[in-house]
């Protein structure tokens, strides 16, 4: 049976309507794609709580998570991930990549032009069409 791995993700939206993307970094499963912020749930950590936690040590700052968006599970040969995104905003601080890695603020309807995780797909369309 497959490892089962519960990962949390952040939709962060700058006042232009620009969604936060990182690059994973090298050493890391699927390093090198682009992805929402966030990482995965320590036993018996809420899934807002660990959102919340993976941002401040990823970004700095501190963050409110709020509506659920999406919730999709994808099956690596390895593991099977399930992803749960989250609408979040900066409430105190200042955004920063503080493990190294590259950023970037991207509109909608640019999403396309970064190679995202095959679980990030389904709602990377769904976005980039919302726009």
Same mark, same amino acid.
């Given at each position: 049976?497959?490892?089962? $791995? #519960?990962? +949390?993700?952040?939709?962060?939206? /700058?006042? &232009?309507?620009?969604?936060?993307?990182?690059?994973? !970094?090298?050493?890391?499963?699927?390093?090198?794609?682009?992805?929402?912020?966030?990482?995965?749930?320590?036993?018996?950590?809420?899934?807002?709580?660990?959102?919340?936690?993976?941002?401040?040590?990823?970004?700095?700052?501190?963050?409110?998570?709020?509506?659920? $968006? #999406?919730? +999709?599970?994808?099956?690596?040969? /390895?593991? &099977?991930?399930?992803?749960?995104?989250?609408?979040? !905003?900066?409430?105190?601080?200042?955004?920063?990549?503080?493990?190294?890695?590259?950023?970037?603020?991207?509109?909608?309807?640019?999403?396309?032009?970064?190679?995202?995780?095959?679980?990030?797909?389904?709602?990377?369309?769904?976005?980039?069409?919302?726009?």
């Amino acid at each position: 049976m497959p490892l089962v $791995v #519960d990962v +949390t993700a952040a939709l962060i939206q /700058d006042a &232009t309507g620009r969604y936060l993307i990182t690059q994973r !970094r090298r050493g890391t499963h699927l390093e090198g794609l682009w992805e929402f912020p966030g990482g995965k749930r320590q036993a018996g950590e809420d899934l807002a709580a660990c959102l919340g936690r993976e941002l401040t040590e990823e970004l700095g700052g501190r963050f409110e998570v709020g509506a659920a $968006v #999406d919730t +999709t599970e994808w099956e690596y040969p /390895d593991r &099977t991930i399930v992803l749960h995104f989250y609408r979040c !905003r900066l409430v105190a601080g200042a955004i920063e990549p503080r493990e190294g890695q590259a950023m970037d603020w991207v509109a909608p309807g640019e999403l396309q032009r970064y190679q995202f995780p095959p679980a990030d797909a389904a709602l990377v369309a769904r976005l980039r069409q919302a726009g």
